[in-house]
């Protein structure tokens, strides 16, 4: 195995990005992601990549486009406020069917918030994709190793799919440093695909990469195409993470940096006598219904945690369909929920006793 | 093991370098290690902190609300931060900026003129290391020679002729610490 | 009986034809537009230059949104105003290719003004063919930032005053200070006069990133005879005589054949 290397998040990210063949990078300054980009700078063209300082996210989105339509291994990184830009820019890669990776460090909001760690885009990232009928597959990485791991695998799913691909993180996994096993840098894929651009298309027929088709039933068409593409990845990238009791009175759900703060919690809360397990979706958008179904069944309440205003704890309630209790722990503008509070929180709820009818 | 250490000052004093030399020698002994550091927006002047977990076992949490540990190095840190320091705590001041204490009961703190050590080795700017010195004599993660292996690894080209001072900063650090208790 | 008229069919030769870059897809322009003479000129110079196999389109948004269905390249449609942007992108990825942008005055003038810039200042080896008609046209004819003083559009319903709308906005003049171009040039339509040299500028244009200078870009005045409100040969005469006092005639760089700013071709 490699030697572990300390990085931080935003530079693994970068690195993960360079040794999963990424060649193409374009993005706007804004904290607290600004060591992607700089990374990027230093390092792609080493491997005869291009980094590309864009006017503006709107600019960096769309450039991603064109690249990702040309056939690049391309991804581009930003937080919150940055991302709300590239929404149109999101919705024209969906609706054009190509494939690309967008990195989201999320800090605290709305307006211009601040540069605090947050999970407040929740709903941007898994409902986002600009306007229209298309999402972000939504991928949460809760460690520096994790983002490294998943920021390659974002782009064999967005290139599966022809969908664009969202890593979601915050400040503190960005900007924190842990030890890193890398890879060697693997080579990019081949540009040319049966539906890119460019080249020579003197020998075969001609490609357009479009998001309009004014007939409707062929609009619909596409939309349930995009959606299909969807339900497989429910199937074939769905992905979560479990741990602590196996006989569990309540189960803990978060993902992220809160999971983190939850392992530490659970573990606390089972030595106290408390039997607790945590579910840690890493797939947001393929999200576990089913396994947080069965959970639900068995369990007496379920607690979330999450750094927004009750964003997440949506898709637990909606998987969840009342068969237990689901209560919510959180903070947010850029505060954290310690792990003392969730175990603090953990026993009080132990304390308290009857949650599902008994 | 889990150590969750705190270390607080104000920007350009060396709190977060001298996290990063404890991390990087801490990860080289095959611990599990994090590092995490808050800045205000002001590049220089502004409060500056890091917490780091160190631990043999599942990382978890890289935040903590109680920390073990924390290494404050003027008077605007302690007054921030000393009163959440978890019970039993330890806390190693660097009594040069920081005259004034409060009585804490629960709490052992060790006072090193961290500043006035790093003045007599040649430079004010080594008392991050003198602190850090100090921490590993009293709390042995690492050994001194472990700290300098990492500097030698994370000093920036442009201050590797400050390596051997940052060294004797360490090992004056640990001799204060040693005398200090 | 009645006389014959007899052709001699082996004799018959193609003096005139489609150039090779259009499709056979009928264009939906209204009768009396120039959008289908400025495509047959950059059709014409990219079949002259011997580049379809390797030209990619970049479709804007406007009326001009179908370009993909006309000419037969590689093509691309991108966002309101992004088109330099995407074509950044393409270019970046795959430089051996011919990449340009089709756009208009509401795309390239007002939502993309910031990408058309950039691309410019970043010499963005491109080419940019924009299309001025003074009117947001696919919209149904609002004000569009080149809008002539004076002009009654749907939203200047007693014609574009500086306090409302503000001063039109000449692209060009406020380009050529950019180092990053390498060729830039303001030509029409309007009459048989001008078509020549319009299609001069745009394999100029052209020129210009094939040999790897730089950005290119060549504005040209354009008729919208339908929110104009004017017939088709009116629309013409009023591009000379109010849209070129206001938008006159220049090449304004040409690095192309090392003439510098204001060299051949000023009007």
């Known amino acids: 195995m490699s030697k572990r290397v300390l990085l931080r998040g935003n530079e693994a990210t970068a690195e993960g990005a360079i040794a999963a063949g990424c060649r193409f990078f374009f993005g706007y300054p804004i904290t607290p992601q600004n060591k992607i980009p700089e990374y990027m700078a230093q390092h792609l063209p080493e491997v005869g990549g291009v980094y590309l300082q864009a006017e503006s996210e709107l600019a960096a989105i769309n450039m991603v486009y064109g690249a990702a339509a040309a056939g690049a291994r391309v991804m581009t990184s930003s937080s919150s406020p940055g991302i709300s830009l590239m929404q149109e820019g999101l919705s ?50 809760y460690s520096v190793q994790e983002l490294y791991d998943w920021v390659g695998k974002a782009f064999e799913i967005a290139e599966r799919y022809r969908a664009p691909v969202m890593i979601l993180a915050d400040a503190i996994l960005a900007q924190m440093m842990e030890p890193c096993r890398l890879r060697p840098r693997a080579e ?78 659970v573990e606390r809360a089972n030595q106290a006598g408390v039997r607790c397990r945590l579910l840690r979706p890493i797939s947001l958008f393929p999200f576990p219904s089913a396994r947080l179904a069965e959970w639900a069944a068995q369990v007496r309440r379920i607690l979330v945690v999450e750094l927004s205003m009750g964003q997440f704890v949506e898709d637990v309630r909606l998987a969840v369909e009342g068969r237990c209790p689901v209560e919510l722990l959180n903070r947010t503008g850029g505060n954290v929920v310690t792990p003392e509070d969730v175990t603090t929180k953990l026993l009080d709820m132990a304390a308290e006793r009857p949650g599902r009818n008994e | 093991m889990r150590e969750e250490l705190f270390m607080a000052g104000t920007g350009g004093q060396g709190v977060l370098l001298a996290g990063q030399v404890l991390a990087q020698a801490v990860m080289e002994k095959d611990l599990n ?69 409060p009585s804490l009961p629960d709490v052992k703190i060790v006072t090193i003129p961290a500043t006035d050590i790093a003045i007599t080795l040649g430079s004010e700017r080594t008392a991050n290391m003198v602190m850090l010195g100090a921490y590993v004599a009293l709390h ?37 610490a040693q005398q200090a208790t | 009986m009645s006389e014959t008229t007899h052709i001699q069919l082996d004799n018959l030769q193609v003096i005139y034809k489609k150039p090779d870059a259009l499709t056979d897809t009928p264009m939906r322009y209204c009768p009396g537009c120039t959008h289908g003479i400025a495509h047959r000129l950059v059709a014409e110079v990219i079949d002259e230059l011997g580049i379809k196999h390797r030209t990619i389109t970049i479709a804007s948004v406007g009326c001009s949104v179908y370009a993909y269905e006309y000419f037969d390249t590689d093509a691309i449609q991108a966002a309101h105003g992004r088109a330099p942007a995407v074509a950044t992108g393409i270019k970046r990825v795959r430089p051996d290719n ?17 990408e058309v810039l950039h691309a410019a200042s970043r010499a963005e080896n491109i080419t940019v063919i924009f299309i001025n008609n003074a009117v947001f046209g696919m919209t149904q004819g609002q004000m569009a930032p080149t809008t002539l003083l004076g002009q009654k559009t749907t939203t200047t319903p007693t014609g574009r005053s500086v306090e409302r709308g503000g001063h039109p906005i000449n ?81 304004f760089v040409d690095k192309v054949s090392g003439a510098g700013e204001g060299g051949e071709g000023n009007a």
């Open chain 3, 98 to 114: 011919i990449v340009f942008t089709y756009q208009g005055d509401g795309d390239l003038a007002a939502i993309g003004l910031a």
């Open chain 1, 92 to 141: 024209y890669i969906v609706g054009a069917e190509v494939p690309c990776v967008v990195v989201n460090m999320v800090r605290g909001g709305p307006g211009l918030g601040n540069i605090g760690p947050a999970q407040s885009d929740y709903w941007l990232a898994t409902r986002g994709a600009g306007h229209g009928d298309g999402r972000c597959l939504t991928y949460a990485p």
């Open chain 2, 33 to 101: 290690v994090s590092w995490f550091p808050i800045y205000s927006p002001e590049v220089r002047g502004g409060t500056t902190t890091c917490t780091l977990v160190i631990t043999d076992g599942l990382l978890g949490s890289p935040i903590t609300g109680h920390p073990t540990t924390m290494l404050l190095m003027d008077g605007r840190a302690v007054d921030q931060h000393l009163a959440r320091i978890a019970p039993q705590g330890l806390a190693v001041v660097n009594m040069t900026l920081a005259p004034r204490l």
């Open chain 3, 171 to 251: 692209i060009c003049e406020m380009m050529t200070c950019i180092p990053g171009v390498a060729y830039l040039a303001r030509e029409t339509m309007a009459a048989p006069k001008y078509v020549n040299r319009a299609k001069r500028s745009i394999k100029r244009a052209f020129e210009a990133q094939i040999r790897g200078l730089g950005f290119s870009l060549v504005e040209l005045v354009s008729s919208c005879p339908t929110w104009w409100g004017l017939r088709p040969l009116e629309a013409l005469k009023h591009i000379e005589e109010k849209m070129l006092p206001q938008y006159p005639l220049k090449v």
């Open chain 2, 140 to 176: 042995p993660v690492v050994e001194i020679d472990e700290l300098a292996a990492a500097l030698d690894v994370l000093l920036p080209e442009r201050h590797r002729k400050y390596l051997q001072l940052n060294v004797r900063a360490l090992q004056a650090g640990a001799d204060a």
């Open chain 1, 188 to 265: 990019p894929p081949p540009l040319d695909k049966p539906w890119t651009i460019g080249g020579d298309s003197s020998t075969r027929h001609r490609n357009i990469i479009n998001s309009l088709y004014v007939d409707h039933d062929e609009m619909e068409e596409v939309n349930r195409r995009i959606q299909a593409r969807y339900q497989q990845a429910m199937r074939d990238d769905l992905y979560y993470v479990e741990s602590g009791a196996d006989d569990p009175e309540i189960l803990v759900v978060a993902y992220g940096i809160s999971a983190r703060v939850c392992e530490t919690a």
